[in-house]
Nanobody, 125 residues
Framework: QVYLVESGGGLVQAGLSLRLACVAS?????????MGWFRQPPGKEREFVAT????????YYADSVKGRFTISRDIAKNTMYLQMNNLKPEDTGVYYC?????????????????WGQGTQATVSS
């Protein structure tokens, strides 16, 4: 069993930055899992934000965040990050980290097995 805990959310003004972290525990093979960030805007379904493979050398982003967000991971610390720059009000939502028992990145929530509880990020205009 792998446990994921997100942190770093908050309330910021548009144009500013937040850095989310996701710490994994409980699994000895975390370093072999691909991981992802998803978000759920108010009143909408959960949507893909970014994904990273087990080695950290294959990364994909949603078009809406490309050029503004950066996903990374530190295997030694069992931690994944999402650096969010130039935030916009439409980035508001609950951000979830997820892990899948596979090396390769994935884009759909159904492809992930482990989920965190989420952290709220609110961007004011």
């Amino acid at each position: 069993q792998v446990y994921l805990v997100e942190s770093g959310g908050g309330l910021v003004q548009a144009g500013l930055s937040l850095r989310l972290a996701c710490v994994a525990s409980g699994g000895s093979t975390f370093g072999t899992y691909a991981m992802g960030w998803f978000r759920q805007p108010p009143g909408k379904e959960r949507e893909f934000v970014a994904t990273i493979n087990w080695r950290g050398d294959t990364i994909y982003y949603a078009d809406s965040v490309k050029g503004r967000f950066t996903i990374s991971r530190d295997i030694a610390k069992n931690t994944m990050y999402l650096q969010m720059n130039n935030l916009k009000p439409e980035d508001t939502g609950v951000y979830y980290c997820a892990a899948r028992t596979d090396h390769t990145p994935a884009f759909y929530p159904s492809e992930y097995y482990y989920w965190g509880q989420g952290t709220q990020a609110t961007v004011s205009s």
